[in-house]
């Protein structure tokens, strides 16, 4: 931003002209050319830019120079077209005014360039959605097809616009584009048939050839080489920078955006190829019996292949080309034509399909384009129309092309320099006129409907009889004589000035922007613009559907005898409605300036610009625009916009609008030559005023916005809180009253507790003195006594049986009888138990004792024992007093054997085991040799020191004797029985018996014995290696042996 404003006050360069001091013509080059050498090529006056053509592509358009323009302000930011176009933008979108963009300047100038920018700037910052960018897509795609069949190089410029454009693009509230429509205007189609040296026909017949397939060229029977065509002056094509096969593409690329189906396209390519190959169509003269000159096809080829392409029998095309109907009364006579007769008809109808085709594609895009809801719409139009051209001969078509240009001058002059002074003076604001040119006067000349050029132009072609250009040329001498805008030789020669430079046959007129010399040679023609009935009806008798519809008239049930408007009167029409359309919006002007003839990047001509820069009228632009003011509204619209930049006006202003404007502005300071009060309008002098003005209103409307913001918060806030606070209540009051209630029941049930107590102790005071003192005991005991009688008795009714497996008990019916109970149980069981012992025989009760004894020692710590549960003691095993054998070891036993068996002694040296017979009596055990019967052993019990065993179900066992004994020093018995239980049993017993003292039992996995050769430690280890008989025992080394136990 700082550095725009710097540049706009850049004395060298300063980027709005309204700053430039001192004001001259040589300033005004001098500064676009220095602004033009720093690359800058926008300048502004006011609101105006100009436009200096680079011919080289500058680093200007990219997409963040489109964000750095949009929404900016336009004098905050360098010149660009970008501003203008974003200021006609939102103008549009936010103040609600239609608007216009009129590019004008010369041919070559950039006007179609600038108007690309526009539009493609408006696409750009308009909202974007999938069906809003289908329509700008479609909106920029119309370019490259019109340009295509519409732009053809000149000498002036390489792509110069052959028709005048204008579109209307149409927005909806939002500002989002819609659609649009594109206007045409008169295409200058004797290009078609000719072209000077070093131009070319339209850019389409080149990129076709050039950019077609070959099966595509074979289709519409075209050859690739553009030196076969006579309407292409049969040279080659080369245009240094178009690449002309890549625009084919892209034409057909656009086409398919906008809408154009493959078979549109294939016919309006073969109506393009018929176009060109017309011209190959040759005639020659030949002569008919009649002796009369008539012309004929010399090469029938090209029309056969016409005829092809259109559907069309090639004998109707042939004689619509060499000859002619003409009516005479009631009678139709057909005349042959000459050759040159022939060819005329044959560039008419060339001119006529191409120049309809031309129309049919703006209508066709039209269709694409257009709108289609019914919704409100504002509009941007785009005026991009063929710049004022001077040629070195120059004819109708300049004419036409000059007369627009001079109207859109005139409406710029209108607008920005006479209009503005008016108002002023209509307003009532002191104002010193500024002198301009008024070209009204040229306009006039051309177009007055009785003595215009083109009204006279008209007349001569209605006119019955002689009727050639010089008959036109000499009714316009007459006419124009003294006109100061118009010359010829005549009324040169009435003035007596001699000037080489203007030819017969030709006119000259002083232009705004120029003098220029027209040949009157093919004025008439052009402007009738005939088609030999014949060769329209011959189009419309073909059978392609595009070219008959272009030839409506050709049916030959409405033919008509009415003569169509004429070329000049239908372009005159067209302009004056362009002009009032163009007036009913709000322009915005871009001038283009063309810097040098030779189409160089960046050269700058002065004295062309200079040429420009006066018939532009720029100077006197300047001029109207410093001593005038920038910017203007009526009262109300100004006030309504701006009312909150004041306390006073702001929110309502009850007065009227002029003084509520004069007391808005008041209050902002602003100097007072700034401001001027119209009688209607007020007056702005500077842009920077008003950008002033607009950026305080921004802050305002911010401000005003924060406020809103401020108090829907607070207002949302407050809502939510007092929502919040009557929640709060209610829940607190439902909580009190539920605490409330609570403590209520709690008190009311203590009250009724206190109050039964209270009289519960007033009755008792009260009753106390009916009752006996201890009458309640006396109940108590009594019950009681009577309750424990009754247990009783029923329990010795109901005794049990006597049985001692039997341990059932009756319940005790009530709870302090359950202790008495349970000791009663008890008693009975024992009573019951000892009754059973007292009537068991000595014999049973001894094995019962032992087994109990058993049951102590061995329970739960061996797994034999359950086993021997089974076994019976049987004490005696051997059969001693049976068995003679034994008489011996019966005689030492005699009445105190306790037990007799026969066990295995382990050998202590080895392990092994050999049978022995053992005797227990009361006071001795014995061990005998089974063989001899003998005993071998006597130990007296006293010596036994105790008995080791093992964990396992084995037979094993140790037994310790003291070293006192009598044969201590034999060491300790290791024995395995058969009967272990009832053997260690027995011992217990009989020690106890005879000694008092209990057997000392080790049941142990590892304990040590006593051998006369020393200690020896023994392991017992379960293994399946011990066998079925009982235990393995082996030697480990000398004082080691392992038991191996199952
Ligand atoms: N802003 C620009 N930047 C770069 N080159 C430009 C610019 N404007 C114009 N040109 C160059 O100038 C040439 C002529 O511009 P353009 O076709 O817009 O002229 P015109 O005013 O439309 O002429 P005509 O009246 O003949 O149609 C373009 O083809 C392009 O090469
Ligand atoms: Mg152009």
Known sequence: MEGASSSLLDAEAVADLVLLDPLTEESLVQTLRERFRRRDIYTYIGNVVISVNPYTSLPIYTPEKVEEYRNCSFFAVKPHIYAIADDAYRSLRDRDRDQCILITGESGAGKTEASKLVMSYVAAVSSKGEEVNKVKEQLLQSNPVLEAFGNAKTVRNDNSSRFGKYMDIEFDFKGEPLGGVISNYLLEKSRIVRHVKGERNFHIFYQLLAGASPQLLQQLKLRQDCGHYGYLNREGSNLPGMDDAANFHAMQDAMRVIGFSPAEVTELLQVTAVVLKLGNV??????????????????????????????????????????????????????????????????????????????????????????????????????????????????????????????????????????????????????????????????????????????????????????????????LNQLLATHKHYESKETQNARRVTDASLPPRCFRIHHYAGKVTYNVTGFIEKNNDLLFRDLSQAMWAARHALLRSLFPEGDP????????????????????????????????????????????????????VLAQVRYLGLLENVRV?????????????????????????????????????????????????ELAFGHTKIFIRSPRTLFDLERRRQERVAQLATLIQKMFRGWRCRTQYQLMRKSQILISAWFRGHRQKNRYKQMKRSVLILQAYARGWKARRTYRKYFRSNASTCLANFIYRRLVQRYLVGLAKNLPPLSVTDRTWPPAPYRFLSDANQELKNIFYHWKCKKYRDQLPAARRAQLQARLCASELFKDKKTLYPKSLQQPFRGEYLGLKQNPKYQKLHAVAKDKLVMADTVRKVNRANGKTVPRLLLLTTEHLVLADPKAAQPKTVLSLSDIRGVSVTRFSDGFLALHLKEVSTVG??????????????????????????????????????????????????????????????????????????????
Request: glycine fraction near 6%; include cysteine.
């Open 282 to 475: 040759q005639l020659s003269s030949s002569f008919q019996a009649s002796g009369m000159e008539a012309c004929s096809i010399t090469e029938p080829r090209e029309l056969r292949e016409i005829c092809e392409l259109i559907g069309l029998e090639p004998g109707t095309l042939e004689r619509a080309l060499c000859s002619r109907t003409v009516k005479a009364r009631d009678e139709t006579v057909l005349t042959t034509l000459t050759v040159p007769q022939g060819y005329y008809g044959r560039d008419a109808l060339a001119k006529n399909i191409y120049s309809r085709l031309f129309n049919w594609l703006v209508n066709r895009i039209n269709a694409s384009i257009q709108v289609k809801s019914d919704k409100q719409r504002k509009v941007m139009g785009v005026l991009d129309i063929y710049g004022f051209e001077i040629f070195q001969d120059n004819s109708f078509e300049q004419f036409i092309i000059n007369y627009c240009n001079e109207k859109l001058q005139q409406i710029f002059i209108l607008m920005t320099l006479k209009e503005e002074q008016e108002e002023y003076v209509r307003e009532g604001i002191q104002w010193t006129p500024v002198e301009f040119f008024d070209n009204s006067i040229i306009c006039n000349l051309i177009e007055n409907s009785t003595t215009g050029i083109l009204a006279m132009l008209d007349e001569e072609c209605l006119r019955p009889g002689v009727v050639n250009e010089d008959t036109f040329l000499t009714k």
């Open 557 to 608: 049930q409405k033919v008509s005898l009415k003569l169509p408007p004429t070329a000049g009167s239908q372009f005159k029409s067209s302009v004056a409605m362009l002009m009032r359309n163009l007036y009913s919006k709000n322009p915005n002007y871009i001038r283009c300036i063309k810097p040098n003839d030779a189409k160089s990047a960046m050269v700058f001509t002065p004295e062309l």
């Open 625 to 673: 625009r410093r001593a005038g003011y920038a910017f203007r509204q009526p009262y109300g619209p100004f006030l309504q916009r701006y009312k909150m930049l004041n306390a006073r006006t702001w929110p309502r202003w009850h007065g009227g609008d002029r003084q509520g404007t004069e007391v808005l502005l008041a209050g902002l300071a602003f100097p007072a030559e």
């Open 969 to 1046: 020093a034999k060491g300790d018995f290791l024995l395995v029985s058969d009967h272990l239980i009832e053997l260690v049993t027995r011992l217990h017993q009989t020690l106890e018996a005879t000694t008092g003292q209990a057997l000392p039992l080790h049941i142990t996995d590892r304990f040590s014995t006593r051998f006369p050769k020393g200690d020896v430690s023994i392991t017992v280890v379960e293994s399946p290696k011990a066998g079925i008989n009982g235990p393995v025992c082996k030697k480990k080394g000398s004082n080691k042996m392992e038991v191996l136990v199952h």
